[in-house]
């Protein structure tokens, strides 16, 4: 728990949204901000940097500002990123900063955790995940069926000994 005594106190997540992406393919990133202290922050920017070399921007900013967050509430943001290849992807902590009191002259400054490595993989990896895998299935509809048989032959008794114990 964090004591703030009376003064904003604000927290910040970045996250991916699916734990990894795929090249040619968007790439939500969320940043939510918490504010766990005792009164609202005021004139609050959210500031984060992604390469221009590695990512394309589709949707969102990569900055967002908020006049106010009230104490005790949530803002999230989404910024959407299509990376242009796959591998392993930098990210920085994105950085906060926010005013105690409108009137403040003072800035306070946050840095949300840093995710490291976002791993990208290649649009092949997506392929091979979304296809039917047909192989797979008619191998295990085949031993499916001779598990259930195999004991049906073995457990059946033979033609020959019944028609002679009818004979006699």
Same mark, same amino acid.
């Given at each position: 728990a964090v004591q703030s005594e009376g003064k904003a106190h604000l927290?910040?997540?970045k996250e991916?949204?699916?734990?990894?992406?795929?090249?040619?393919?968007?790439?939500?990133?969320?940043?939510?901000?918490f504010n766990v202290g005792d009164s609202a922050a005021f004139?609050?920017?959210?500031?984060?940097?992604w390469s221009a070399e590695e990512f394309q921007p589709v949707s969102g900013l990569q900055s967002g500002s908020w006049s106010a967050i009230a104490p005790g509430s949530t803002v999230s943001h989404i910024v959407v990123l299509?990376?242009?290849?796959?591998?392993?992807?930098?990210? =920085?902590?994105?950085?906060?900063?926010?005013k105690q009191?409108?009137?403040?002259?003072?800035v306070q400054e946050a840095y949300s955790n840093d995710i490291g490595l976002v791993a990208v993989?290649?649009?092949?990896d997506e392929d091979k995940l =979304?296809?039917?895998h047909l192989t797979e299935w008619l191998i295990f509809i085949a031993a499916a069926v001779a598990l259930a048989v195999i004991p049906l032959i073995l457990?059946?008794?033979?033609?020959?000994?019944?028609?002679?114990?009818?004979?006699i």
């Open positions: 927290l910040v997540q991916t949204m699916p734990n990894s992406g795929y090249a040619g393919k968007d790439l939500p990133i969320r940043y939510r901000i004139d609050v920017t959210l500031e984060d940097q299509r990376p242009y290849s796959f591998g392993y992807k930098s990210s =920085a902590a994105a950085k906060i900063t926010y009191a409108a009137s403040d002259s003072s993989r290649s649009g092949q =979304a296809a039917p457990c059946r008794p033979p033609q020959a000994k019944a028609a002679k114990a009818k004979k």
